[in-house]
């Protein structure tokens, strides 16, 4: 992890710690790192979630860029997928957007992408901290007409709407969803992406205020989109988070489909249209038992990464794997994208149960969850460095994994988008794997904060 860049690009409180200032600088460093050498002036494309602080970060950003000569398209409030995706069809040299994604208002964060729509590898992101932090190479400014402009593209969620329908080959007409949009970037897009798709589909938490990004709705927060599909008698409800990179579902009885259940169900249909390469799914350490459970049920490779979806991006490119994701619902689809995105993952999974013709609840039996437990301890900067030289945290680490044996696990890590330490306990014994989350808890909560 650098100093700037995390597992999901920089991010912060937004105006404390991710200021303007900050943002400039990151414009103008990533405009020299990022830029085509065979085009006079570079191009970005620069896009945003709902959050508050998301134009004035945008707007400093752009003026990075700006200042040293490259040349920026705003595309307004789009989801992230947008942004990777729209980089290639606008044939840019880079696209960055401003989200914390799951988080709160008061935090943002700055994603950036390469010309190619992937997330940018550990070399140039820290080429980019290089340049901010220690000024080796500092872009020079630029003045007349060598001066980068700025212009608002208008059509680009449409164009991202239309890129997403074009990998589904029929209607939904009949099918009865909720969708919630989290009062974030799915707000611009999910009521015409399922209209024109021809599902029923009630829209939720579809009205930004700056403020009420992921407050209580979302893929973090469920409940009321469970109690909505199940009042209403629906067929499922999807939930996005923020910058709608994520998607999560609940079925027709209201019970939680997660990114393991959506890969699942996804994989097995994709082994079945001879589309999953290598008959490989790759996913993560935090990547639930059951799910290997059910790889090895069924015959499919599965192979586990760090937590994070560039991670898993990066190991599915190195071996062409076609299919991977997170628990948490980013779900790639390489046909398709470069990234996580919620909406995809939304429109496949529902094309997949009009296929198979049953609710979502008689095809989510095919895998069997393990008890998990989860605890996100807060932990300042120094706690978050201090896990991992702590000589007691690491011994309660290894007396908890000793405890749960081989039916069981433990993952304690360090969150790379939020200051916590996460504690992940996993098995067939309920009590004893809240036991060790407890112990393990306790220990970091004595040393760490």
């Known amino acids: ?28 460093a990533a405009a020299v790192v990022l830029s085509d050498n065979s085009r006079r002036r570079p191009l970005f494309v620069l896009g945003g979630d709902t959050r508050i602080s998301t134009e004035m970060l945008a707007f400093a950003l752009a003026s990075g860029l700006c ?23 606008y044939k840019a040299d880079a696209g960055i957007m401003v989200s914390a994604s799951h988080n709160s208002a008061e935090f943002n964060g700055i994603k950036i992408f390469s010309g190619d729509g992937y997330k940018l590898p550990d070399a140039l992101e820290e080429q980019i901290e290089s340049i901010i932090l220690e000024k080796v190479a500092v872009p020079k400014a630029v003045t007349g007409g060598d001066v980068g402009k700025v212009t608002y593209r208008q059509g680009a969620v449409k164009d991202y709407i239309d890129h997403i329908k074009s990998t589904v080959h029929s209607a939904f007409g009949g099918v009865r969803i909720a969708v919630d949009c989290a009062n974030g970037s799915a707000a611009v897009s999910a009521a015409k992406l399922f209209e024109q798709l021809g599902a029923n589909a009630d829209i939720l938490y579809d009205k930004p205020d700056g403020i009420n990004i992921n407050d209580k709705c979302g893929s973090t927060h469920l409940e009321a989109l469970s109690a909505y599909v199940v009042e209403h008698k629906l067929d499922l409800g999807f939930a996005f988070d923020g910058d709608a990179d994520r998607c999560l579902c609940v079925d027709d009885k209201g019970e939680l489909i997660d990114g393991d259940y959506i890969m699942a169900l996804c994989a097995l249909d994709l082994k079945k249209r001879g589309k999953l390469n290598k008959d490989t799914v790759v996913g993560t350490v935090m990547t639930n038992l059951g799910f290997v459970k059910f790889c090895e049920e069924n015959k499919l490779n599965f192979i586990a990464t760090k937590v994070g979806d560039r991670f898993v991006l990066e190991e599915m490119l190195l071996e062409e794997y076609d299919f991977g994701g997170e628990q948490s619902g980013h779900l790639i689809f390489r046909e398709f994208a470069t990234t996580g995105d919620g909406q995809l993952t939304a429109v496949q999974l529902l094309s997949l149960v009009r296929r198979e013709n049953k609710k979502l609840s008689e095809l989510s039996a095919i895998m069997t969850r393990y008890p998990q ?25 290894e007396a908890g994994k000793k405890l749960l044996g081989k039916d069981g696990r433990a993952v304690v890590r360090v969150s790379g988008t939020e200051p916590l330490i996460r504690v992940m306990t996993e098995g067939a014994d309920s009590e004893l794997i809240n036991k060790v989350a407890a112990d393990i808890s306790a220990v970091i909560k004595e040393r760490l904060t």
């Open 1 to 28: 992890m650098g100093r700037l860049f995390g597992t999901d690009g920089v991010r912060g409180i937004a105006n404390e710690n991710l200021t303007p200032e900050l943002a400039l600088e990151i414009g103008r």
């Open 67 to 89: 200042s040293v000569g490259a040349d920026v398209i705003m595309l307004g409030v789009v989801p992230t997928p947008a942004v990777a995706y729209l980089v290639g069809k």
């Open 373 to 397: 437990v989860m605890v996100n301890i807060p932990v300042s900067a120094a706690g978050k460095l201090s896990f991992y030289t702590d000589s007691a945290v690491r011994q309660a680490i």
